[in-house]
C-alpha cells in the first residue's frame, strides 16, 4: 500500500514539475510550450535582435516582480478564440513593467499578439518607462495586436497601449478598465497607428489636468469601427477622445457615455486638428463645461459627414456651453449631419460658437435641442461668429438663433422648419434618454427627403451604408429607404462577415435561404465598384490583398433584384 501512495505522489510530483517553468532574468527565445505553462518570470527578459520568441495558446506568462519584456528581435503570441495566452503579474499592487518594443529593427520580420490578455502591467517609470501600461511601442514599423484583452494596466500615458512614431495596427482588442496619470486612459499614440474595431472602455484617470480618457492622439490617425464608451477625464478634455493637431480619419465609431469635467465630453479636437469626422454616433456624451458632444478647438477644421449627434448633455460651471458642440475659434465643414435632442443647462443646447467660429452647415437637421437659457439650436456668443446654413432644417429657424446681444450675419439660403418625423426617435432630450439605439432615419413622408442642396459634391453612402442621392440629396445623416430603385428588405437572409475587419481576406457566410444565385458586390467609400460575383454557395471568401486599407460596403441581391442583405466592412493594411 505504502509503495502504490508513493507511486502515485511521484506521478503528481513529474506531473507538476513538467507544468511550471522558472524564467531567470535575462535573454529569451525559442519555443513557450503549453505542457510548460505557467512561465514564472523572476527578472527583467528580451527578445534579442534576429530571434524570435514563440508562445503557444493557452500559456500563462507570470511575472514574479516588477520586470518588463522588451523585444528587439520578434514575439509571436499567438492563442485562439477558446484558448487565449495570459501575460500577467503575481503581485497585483507592484504589477509588471508590460512588453517593449523598443527601437526593435525593421529587419525583423512582424511580431504578432492576438488572443492575449494583459494585465496588472504598470509603467511608471521616467522617460519611456512611463508610457504604455501593458504595451508600449516606439520607432516601430511591424507589430499587430488584434483580438487582445487588455485590462487594469496602469501608466503616465497610456494605460492600456502607448504606441511613438510607430507604424503598427490595434485591432477588435478590448481595453478597459485601465487607468493614467496624463493622456490617453486606454491608448496614447502620437501618429501612424490604425486603431480598427476595438471596444475601448471603462477607462478612467485618477490625476487632474489630464487629456483623452479613451484615446488621445496626435499627427495622422486612422481610428475606424470603435466602440468608445464610458470613458473619464478628470479636470482635462476628452472624456472619449482628445485629438492635438490630428489629420486622417476617424470614420464609422460609437462615441457614448464618456465624461469629462472641463470640455469635450464625447470628442474634442484641438490644435488644427482636421481629419475626416464621418459616419459617427456621438451619443449621450457629458461634461460640466463646453461641447458635451465635441468640442472643436483653436482653427481645427474637420470635414464632418453623415454624423449623429445626440443626446448629449452639458451641464455647464463655465461661460462656455454647447450641448452638442462647442467651437472656438474653428470653422468646420459640416454635410449631412443629424444634430437632436442635445441638451445644455445655460445656452447652446444644439450649437455654441465662440472666438470667431464661423462654420458651414449644409444639409444638416437641427431639431430638438434645449437650452435652459437662450438658443436652443444654436448660440453666437461672439459678433465675429458668423456660421453658414443651407439647405438645413433647424427648429424655429434663425430667428430663434442666442445672440448674446450680438447680430447674424452669417449667410443663410434654403433652410426651413418642419418635423424631420424621424423612424423611432430617443424619447426625450439629454442624457437620460438614450441616442444610440434610438432610430434616425426617415419616415417616408418626412419633409427632410429630397429637400438637401441639389447641387454638391457627397459621399457615397450614408450612415447606414445607404446609396446617397437617390433622386436629390437628403437632408441629415440618412438617405431616406423609400426611393430606392429597387426591392430593398435588408437582412432578409441571416449574413455573416468573419473576420471584421481583416487583413487577408473575408469570408460571407449565408444561411440554407440564399442557396439560390446571389450576386455580392462591394464597393468602396466613393462607390466605386470594387468587387462583383455570383455564387450558390453557403460560404464565399474575398481576398482583400489588392484593396487599399478603409471602409467597404457588401451587398447580397437575388435574381429578383432584392436586396437581401448589406452592411460595413473593414480592411486594415500592414
Known amino acids: 500500500m505504502k509503495l502504490i501512495i508513493s507511486g502515485i505522489l511521484l506521478v503528481f510530483q513529474t506531473l507538476f514539475s513538467y507544468a511550471q517553468t522558472t524564467i531567470p532574468g535575462g535573454t529569451v527565445s525559442g519555443i513557450w510550450t503549453l505542457g510548460g505553462s505557467p512561465y514564472e518570470v523572476e527578472g527583467s527578459i528580451m527578445v534579442p535582435d534576429g530571434e524570435t520568441l514563440t508562445i503557444e495558446p493557452g500559456v500563462e506568462v507570470s511575472f514574479q516582480g516588477h520586470y518588463k519584456l522588451l523585444?528587439?528581435?520578434?514575439?509571436?503570441?499567438?492563442?485562439?478564440?477558446?484558448?487565449?495566452?495570459?501575460?500577467?503579474?503575481?503581485?497585483?499592487?507592484?504589477?509588471?513593467?508590460?512588453?517593449?518594443?523598443?527601437?526593435?529593427?525593421?529587419?525583423?520580420?512582424?511580431?504578432?499578439?492576438?488572443?492575449?490578455?494583459?494585465?496588472?502591467?504598470?509603467?511608471?517609470?521616467?522617460?519611456?518607462?512611463?508610457?504604455?501600461?501593458?504595451?508600449?511601442?516606439?520607432?516601430?514599423?511591424?507589430?499587430?495586436?488584434?483580438?487582445?484583452?487588455?485590462?487594469?494596466?496602469?501608466?503616465?500615458?497610456?494605460?492600456?497601449?502607448?504606441?511613438?512614431?510607430?507604424?503598427?495596427?490595434?485591432?477588435?482588442?478590448?481595453?478597459?478598465?485601465?487607468?493614467?496619470?496624463?493622456?490617453?486612459g486606454g491608448i496614447y499614440t502620437n501618429g501612424g497607428t490604425s486603431i480598427i474595431g476595438n471596444t475601448i472602455s471603462g477607462n478612467s484617470s485618477f490625476n487632474s489636468n489630464v487629456e483623452g480618457g479613451g484615446l488621445w492622439c496626435s499627427h495622422a490617425v486612422e481610428i475606424m469601427g470603435n466602440t468608445i464608451s464610458n470613458n473619464t477625464t478628470n479636470g482635462g478634455y476628452g472624456g472619449g477622445i482628445n485629438c492635438v493637431g490630428c489629420s486622417g480619419s476617424i470614420i464609422g465609431n460609437v462615441i457614448s457615455y464618456n465624461y469629462d469635467n472641463t470640455a469635450g465630453g464625447g470628442i474634442r479636437l484641438n490644435n488644427g486638428s482636421s481629419p475626416e469626422f464621418s459616419g459617427n454616433?456621438?451619443?449621450?456624451?457629458?461634461?460640466?463645461?463646453?461641447?458635451?458632444?465635441?468640442?472643436?478647438?483653436?482653427?481645427?477644421?474637420?470635414?464632418m459627414n453623415n454624423n449623429v449627434i445626440a443626446n448629449n448633455h452639458e451641464e455647464s460651471t463655465y461661460a462656455y456651453a454647447g450641448g452638442a458642440m462647442l467651437l472656438w475659434n474653428s470653422n468646420p465643414i459640416i454635410t449631412n449631419n443629424t444634430i437632436v435632442n442635445n441638451s445644455s443647462s445655460t445656452t447652446g443646447g444644439g450649437i455654441f460658437c465662440h472666438e470667431g467660429s464661423s462654420p458651414t452647415f449644409t444639409n444638416c437637421i437641427l431639431y430638438g435641442n434645449a437650452s435652459d437659457d437662450e438658443g436652443d439650436q444654436v448660440m453666437l456668443n461672439d459678433e465675429q461668429s458668423d456660421p453658414n446654413f443651407y439647405y438645413c432644417n433647424i427648429e424655429g429657424g434663425t430667428a430663434a438663433f442666442g445672440l448674446n446681444g450680438n447680430f447674424f450675419t452669417g449667410t443663410t439660403s434654403n433652410n426651413f422648419d418642419s418635423d424631420p418625423l424621424f423612424l423611432t426617435p430617443s424619447s426625450g432630450v439629454g442624457t437620460s434618454h438614450d441616442g444610440y439605439t434610438a432610430n434616425w432615419s426617415l419616415q417616408p413622408n418626412s419633409p427632410c427627403i429630397d429637400a438637401g442642396n441639389p447641387v454638391g459634391s457627397y459621399s457615397a453612402f450614408d450612415i447606414a451604408g445607404n446609396p446617397r442621392v437617390l433622386n436629390i440629396i437628403d437632408v441629415g445623416a440618412y438617405e431616406g429607404a423609400s426611393t430606392v430603385g429597387m426591392t430593398?428588405?435588408?437582412?432578409?437572409?441571416?449574413?455573416?462577415?468573419?473576420?471584421?475587419?481583416?487583413?487577408?481576406?473575408?469570408?460571407?457566410?449565408?444561411?440554407?435561404?440564399?442557396?439560390?444565385?446571389?450576386?455580392?458586390?462591394?464597393?468602396?467609400?466613393?462607390?466605386?465598384?470594387?468587387?462583383r460575383n455570383e455564387t450558390n454557395e453557403q460560404f464565399v471568401e474575398i481576398a482583400t490583398s489588392n484593396f487599399v486599407g478603409g471602409l467597404y460596403y457588401y451587398s447580397l441581391i437575388n435574381q429578383e433584384g432584392t436586396e437581401l442583405s448589406r452592411g460595413k466592412m473593414v480592411v486594415v493594411k500592414r
Open 488 to 531: 430593398t428588405e435588408p437582412d432578409l437572409i441571416d449574413v455573416s462577415v468573419f473576420p471584421n475587419p481583416t487583413i487577408n481576406v473575408f469570408t460571407i457566410r449565408m444561411n440554407e435561404r440564399a442557396h439560390s444565385t446571389i450576386q455580392i458586390t462591394l464597393t468602396d467609400a466613393s462607390g466605386r465598384l470594387v468587387y
Open 71 to 184: 523585444v528587439l528581435g520578434r514575439i509571436l503570441a499567438v492563442g485562439t478564440v477558446v484558448d487565449s495566452i495570459y501575460f500577467t503579474a503575481s503581485n497585483t499592487v507592484d504589477g509588471w513593467y508590460g512588453m517593449k518594443f523598443d527601437g526593435t529593427p525593421a529587419s525583423n520580420d512582424t511580431s504578432r499578439l492576438s488572443y492575449c490578455s494583459l494585465r496588472w502591467g504598470r509603467a511608471n517609470g521616467s522617460n519611456n518607462d512611463g508610457f504604455g501600461g501593458a504595451v508600449f511601442m516606439n520607432n516601430i514599423t511591424k507589430l499587430v495586436v488584434s483580438n487582445c484583452t487588455l485590462r487594469n494596466n496602469w501608466a503616465l500615458y497610456g494605460g492600456g497601449i502607448a504606441s511613438l512614431n510607430s507604424i503598427s495596427k490595434i485591432v477588435n482588442c478590448k481595453i478597459s478598465a485601465n487607468t493614467y496619470a496624463s493622456d490617453g
Open 281 to 303: 454616433f456621438v451619443c449621450n456624451n457629458s461634461t460640466d463645461a463646453g461641447g458635451a458632444g465635441m468640442m472643436i478647438s483653436n482653427q481645427s477644421d474637420p470635414v
